[in-house]
């Protein structure tokens, strides 16, 4: 025999032998990094490495599927400057307070004739109304603990996809690509809105089925500082990154009105977006701002803070005022 070549033979089973065990070990790691969470990102229409945990595991911020609504009769905790998402519609008006949301996120509503995706990510700042049915089949949302450009991204109960909140656009899974559609809300003062509608609204009610203390929020002074607590994909200085900011896209164009800017100006604001006539009021005590149609319409324009809205539309128009 020769001894070379049965030695020369050794050495290569021996390095296939540790390729083959290496290869072994790779493949869960790899398969691994395609999940997170438990949620498979191998068809995400976004780079998996920019979908970051957020902290909590998947349900560790529970989404409301239940929701219990009260008349606003004074029993509640809220005072007059606390911030309500409020919706309209069908003859009723419902309002969701951002200290609950603070909390939950998510709430899936069941009305008489329809459903209600009601999003808020402290984070970004963004409350987002949605209709929750999609291809004609109703879904149920929950909060993945997975954030996307520092915003939530939700899951839905029945294919367990993915879905970017300021997106609106589902991003990994088998809906992936896949809108909601986006239902117009305020943000408005409890008082100011129990102005507005008197006491035949609902709000939502404290009893949600958690212990949470709603009248203290779990992010502190977040709002006010500067510090983002996770990376976004584009920056932009031109504001404070916690500037409050209404924006809106049509026809491929998206606009913003920062608030600052807003408060320059006096009255209601007429302006364009993508051909379209729209109005902006501007309500300072929330601070809030609406966005409105040739006719008067409530438009789905998104409240956020600036640095959320850019990261999304680094193309976006900036109104200024003169």
């Known amino acids: 025999m020769d001894t070379s070549s049965y030695n020369l033979g050794r050495v290569w089973n021996r390095r296939l032998s540790w390729w083959f065990g290496l290869c072994l070990l790779l493949v869960p ?133 993915l879905w970017s909140q300021i997106e609106g656009r589902a991003v990994s899974g088998p809906l992936a690509g896949k809108s909601l559609e986006r239902v117009p809300v305020r943000h408005e003062l409890w008082r100011k809105w129990r102005d507005r509608v008197g006491d035949w609204a609902l709000v939502l009610s404290t009893d949600t089925g958690y212990h949470r203390d709603y009248r203290q929020s779990p992010y502190g002074n977040y709002g006010q500082s500067e510090r983002l607590y996770f990376p976004v994909t584009r920056t932009s200085r031109k504001f404070h990154p916690k500037t409050w900011v209404l924006g809106w896209s049509h026809n491929g164009e998206a606009k913003v009105w920062p608030f600052p800017e807003l408060a320059k100006h006096q009255g209601v604001l007429e302006d364009r977006v993508g051909g379209k006539p729209v109005t902006v009021h501007y309500d300072p005590d929330a601070p809030s701002a609406e966005l409105r149609d040739e006719d008067g319409a409530l438009l789905p324009a998104t409240r956020a803070f600036w640095f959320a809205w850019y990261t999304f539309h680094p193309d976006t128009l900036i109104f200024e005022s003169n």
């Open 29 to 161: 790691v790899a398969s691994l990094a395609q999940k997170k969470n438990g949620f498979d990102l191998e068809s995400a229409l976004i780079p998996p490495e920019q979908i970051l945990r957020g902290g909590p595991p998947r349900d560790g911020i529970p989404a409301i599927r239940e929701p219990r609504f009260e008349r606003p009769d004074g029993t509640q905790p809220w005072q007059a400057g606390d911030l309500m998402l409020t919706w309209d519609g069908d003859g009723e008006s419902r309002a969701f307070p951002i200290g609950i949301l603070n909390w939950h996120e998510i709430v899936n509503v069941r009305l008489a004739d329809r459903s209600l995706l009601i999003s808020f990510c402290p984070l970004c700042g963004t409350g987002i109304g949605f209709d929750p049915v999609v291809d004609g089949r109703e879904l149920t949302f929950g909060v993945s603990g997975l954030l996307y450009n520092s915003d939530l991204l939700m899951y839905d109960h029945q294919t367990e996809s």
